[in-house]
């Protein structure tokens, strides 16, 4: 695997690393101990899929709060997505800013998001499939989440989105949300 740090503290770009024949290729996607030689927490309790019928469905921003902040590796295994975080740390230097990479299956690409960002994507093409790989259990009291359109963080989407659900939209601002 080959990672590469992004521009939000903590967060990573993992991509494959092949050993191909006539027959295609081989690659790990997640190893404890190469994530541990990054200083990462590679270790997780649940996995998860969120399937998405139609292109332009928006999903986010969604997190835990603390104690139960989530450490999560996304990959998109069908379609693609714009996948972005934001950065919801106190006192982190980074805090309200975002970043956000294409994921797809083509490019078989990973974010690691580190506990404290809020996570969420916008499907580029119909039938996207994104899996999930998360630290902790959900815990329903936790869950938090904050708006996909807040002006305040500016989120670059690569077009407008055609399906939000009603409890996404309803989401706080950066400036309301209860982060803890």
């Given at each position: 695997?080959?990672f590469?740090?992004?521009?939000?503290?903590?967060?990573?770009l993992?991509?494959?690393?092949?050993a191909?024949?006539?027959?295609g290729?081989f690659?790990r996607?997640h190893c404890?101990s190469?994530f541990?030689?990054q200083?990462l927490?590679?270790v997780?309790?649940?996995?998860?899929v969120s399937?998405?019928?139609?292109?332009?469905?928006?999903?986010g921003?969604?997190f835990q709060?603390a104690?139960?902040?989530?450490?999560k590796?996304?990959r998109c295994?069908?379609g693609e997505?714009?996948?972005v975080?934001?950065?919801?740390?106190?006192?982190?230097p980074?805090?309200?800013r975002w970043?956000?990479?294409?994921l797809?299956?083509?490019?078989r690409r990973?974010?690691y998001?580190p506990?404290?960002?809020a996570?969420?994507f916008?499907?580029l093409?119909?039938?996207?499939e994104?899996l999930y790989?998360?630290?902790?259990d959900?815990?329903?009291?936790?869950?938090?989440?904050l708006?996909w359109?807040?002006?305040?963080?500016?989120?670059?989407?690569?077009s407008?989105?055609l399906l939000?659900?009603?409890?996404?939209?309803a989401?706080?601002?950066l400036?309301?949300?209860?982060?803890r």
């Amino acid at each position: 695997m080959r990672f590469t740090a992004c521009p939000i503290d903590g967060a990573w770009l993992v991509d494959l690393e092949p050993a191909g024949d006539e027959r295609g290729f081989f690659a790990r996607s997640h190893c404890v101990s190469e994530f541990a030689a990054q200083g990462l927490d590679g270790v997780f309790r649940q996995s998860s899929v969120s399937f998405n019928a139609r292109r332009g469905t928006l999903r986010g921003m969604h997190f835990q709060a603390a104690p139960h902040a989530e450490t999560k590796l996304v990959r998109c295994t069908a379609g693609e997505v714009f996948d972005v975080i934001v950065d919801l740390r106190a006192g982190s230097p980074g805090y309200g800013r975002w970043f956000g990479t294409e994921l797809s299956a083509a490019n078989r690409r990973s974010l690691y998001i580190p506990p404290g960002c809020a996570h969420g994507f916008l499907t580029l093409t119909d039938a996207a499939e994104v899996l999930y790989m998360i630290s902790c259990d959900y815990v329903p009291g936790a869950a938090r989440g904050l708006r996909w359109d807040d002006p305040a963080i500016g989120i670059g989407w690569p077009s407008a989105p055609l399906l939000v659900s009603a409890r996404d939209a309803a989401l706080p601002t950066l400036g309301a949300a209860a982060l803890r």
